[in-house]
T-cell receptor, first 111, second 115 residues
């Protein structure tokens, strides 16, 4: 059982479309991270959000941490084929050093 | 490229066998964490090693054990392999300072198949 549930599990969209991935939990986290993982590779950190309500932008990607620190979202504007991959959210609980990963969202952007 | 390396890349074993996976951490890091990623799922925390001692453990049985060496590289050992142990095993290195772990950098993983 994973603490963080992501939705949707799979997403296939056309190049240029916008999309949002959700990461939800009933637990509170001190911080939340988003990773992207490509086949044959380990997850690569995209962003860390640490303050409830925080919004961070990374080019076409916008990350938000929920006010209650239990959920997060990733919004991609004008998706490109290079955005294809497995997107993982991961939470850090107070007093712990390990990451609790979400269930993952597999994104395919069709040219 | 993170500087974290893992070996071997792929491994095939049969039920009941034992396996050892290896991880070399990034220069300057003192902590290694191991995760198991089953097909189609997110990684699950196995355990973490800090300065050669276990520093936290997830919900995995004792047949999953580990070591960290003075150069901070690490091994994951799994005894009595079961079919459900088939997964991608990821190690992540980080710097633990002041009780808080810095960003974790992941290696490419070892794909273990148990037949």
């Amino acid at each position: 059982t994973q603490l963080l549930e992501q939705s949707p599990q799979f997403l296939s969209i056309q190049e240029g479309e916008n999309l949002t991935v959700y990461c939800n939990s009933s637990s509170v986290f001190s911080s939340l991270q988003w990773y992207r993982q490509e086949p044959g590779e380990g997850p690569v950190l995209l962003v860390t959000v640490v303050t409830g309500g925080e919004v961070k932008k990374l080019k076409r990607l916008t990350f938000q941490f929920g006010d209650a620190r239990k959920d997060s979202s990733l919004h991609i504007t004008a998706a490109q084929p290079g955005d294809t991959g497995l997107y993982l959210c991961a939470g850090v609980r107070w007093g712990a050093n390990n990451l609790f990963f979400g269930t993952g969202t597999r994104l395919t952007v069709i040219p | 490229e993170t500087g974290v390396t893992q070996s071997p890349t792929h491994l095939i074993k049969t039920r009941g066998q034992q396996v050892t996976l290896r991880c070399s951490s990034q220069s300057g890091h003192n902590t290694v964490s191991w995760y198991q990623q089953a097909l189609g799922q997110g990684p699950q925390f196995i355990f973490q090693y800090y300065r050669e001692e276990e520093n936290g453990r997830g919900n995995f049985p004792p047949r999953f054990s580990g070591l960290q060496f003075p150069n901070y590289s690490s091994e994951l050992n799994v005894n009595a392999l079961e079919l459900d142990d088939s997964a991608l095993y990821l190690c992540a290195s980080s710097l633990l300072a002041g009780g808080n772990t810095d960003t974790q950098y992941f290696g490419p993983g070892t794909r273990l198949t148990v037949l």
